[in-house]
């Protein structure tokens, strides 16, 4: 029987954020995060660090989850955890707090996986979205992946395409790494690229078979043009920081919304569904409402603070489990690699 306000606690701790939510009723109480500012210093997440700090932030992060909800542990009725993909030490972090704490307080757990909640993301009760119609295209566009997906219902998806080494926001950070942006790069280098011109230097786009996609060959290419032009001009960077990003941003977006125009081709489904940290890009965002406009494409486009890693896609995903099928036991384990 549904109580009338179920209350349901996310934890997401994949990578580098440790992030906890409490949903009612498939609406966001809390939503906090802590983002572990240690990496910044190596460039890129170190995976170690990123366990112990998750190890530090999670108890604190979930009790302040409760406070801005303003609700007591004993009242949740549910918790829902990030099962995988991500990294093993940080997932085993969130799944064995999450496990404790559902044994303590005797409620059901949820696993989730940590893709398919970027999807399901717009299924969260906001004013700024409407829930999309099944089937749509989904397309999660993160650091660690690049996938085109049928979704023919919450749990019925399918991977149609994706990449085949780098993912989108890998190329947006090491690109930007190497114009000496700090680590993550991908939001600097939009900011940037708002103020440039995209048709400055063109950088090719890789041909793929069907609905897969590359991006190392970009990240070759810009690390050569980069090379040359320094070579003849040492301020090279500083002096076409603008144009550089917006040519460089131009191509990576363009790669992906090539092969989303085909999924919508080939599939003859036009509600196209975006997720993960790259869909708060403003040239995806773009792209896609513009052929809104022209060609009557139904866009989905998650609100900025269910972009990047957060809890709340997890609790909305708890909560959509919780309404079709049974909670998982506790001897559901952390997977790096949990496929959809
Ligand atoms: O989904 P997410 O938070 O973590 C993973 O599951 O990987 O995605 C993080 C990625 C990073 O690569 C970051 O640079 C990128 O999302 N990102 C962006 C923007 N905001 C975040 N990339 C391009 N433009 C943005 N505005
Ligand atoms: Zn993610």
């Keep these: 029987m549904q109580a009338s306000n179920y209350y349901i606690l996310g934890i997401e701790s994949s990578c580098d954020d440790t992030a906890a939510a409490v949903l009612s009723n498939g609406k966001v109480l809390s939503n906090c995060i802590a983002n572990q500012e240690i990496h910044k210093r190596y460039g890129g997440v170190v995976p170690e660090l990123a366990s112990r700090a998750h190890q530090s932030n999670i108890v604190p992060v979930v009790d302040q989850a409760l406070l801005k909800a303003g609700i007591k542990k004993e009242q949740l009725h549910a918790i829902a955890y990030t099962q995988g993909p991500g990294l093993l030490g940080s997932l085993l972090v969130g799944s064995s707090f999450a496990k404790s704490l559902a044994l303590g307080l005797n409620i059901p757990l949820f696993a989730v ?6 999807l399901l993301a ?28 049928l979704c023919r219902n919450h749990f019925e998806m399918e991977v149609v ?11 947006f950070d090491k690109c930007g790494k190497i114009l000496g942006l700090p680590y993550p790069a991908g939001p600097i280098l939009d900011k940037y690229a708002q103020k440039g011109r995209a048709d400055a230097y063109p950088f090719p786009i890789p041909k793929m078979p069907d609905l897969n996609i590359s991006y190392s060959g970009i990240k070759t290419a810009f690390l050569n043009f980069i090379n040359q032009n ?3 001009n ?10 550089i990003c917006a040519s460089l941003q131009y191509c990576l977006v363009e790669n992906i919304f090539r092969k989303i125009k085909k999924a919508v081709a080939t599939h ?8 993960g940290g790259v869909s708060a890009n403003s040239e995806i965002r773009r792209r896609l409402l513009s052929q809104a ?3 009557g494409w139904e866009v989905h486009l998650p609100p900025f603070e269910f972009t990047t890693d957060n809890a709340a896609m997890i609790g909305i995903v708890g909560y959509l489990k919780r309404l079709q099928e049974n909670p998982s036991f506790l001897d559901a384990v952390a997977d790096a690699r949990l496929k959809f």
């Excluded at 009760?125 to 993160?142: E, N, R, Y």
């Excluded at 395409?161 to 190329?171: F, N, R, S, V, Y």
């Excluded at 040492?234 to 144009?243: A, E, G, H, R, T």
């Excluded at 003859?268 to 997720?275: A, F, H």
Aim: proline fraction near 6%.
């Design 230 to 232: 320094q070579q003849k």
């Design 122 to 149: 717009a299924f969260i009760d906001h004013p700024q979205q409407q829930a999309p119609k099944f089937p749509f295209i989904g397309v999660t566009l993160s650091g660690g992946h690049t996938q085109i997906v």
């Design 113 to 118: 996986n940590h893709m398919q909640a970027h």
């Design 234 to 243: 040492p301020d090279f960077i500083n002096q076409n920081l603008v144009d």
């Design 268 to 275: 003859k489904i036009n509600t196209v569904v975006i997720g």
């Design 293 to 295: 406009d022209s060609a």
């Design 161 to 171: 395409g994706e990449t085949q080494d780098d993912a989108i926001g890998e190329a």
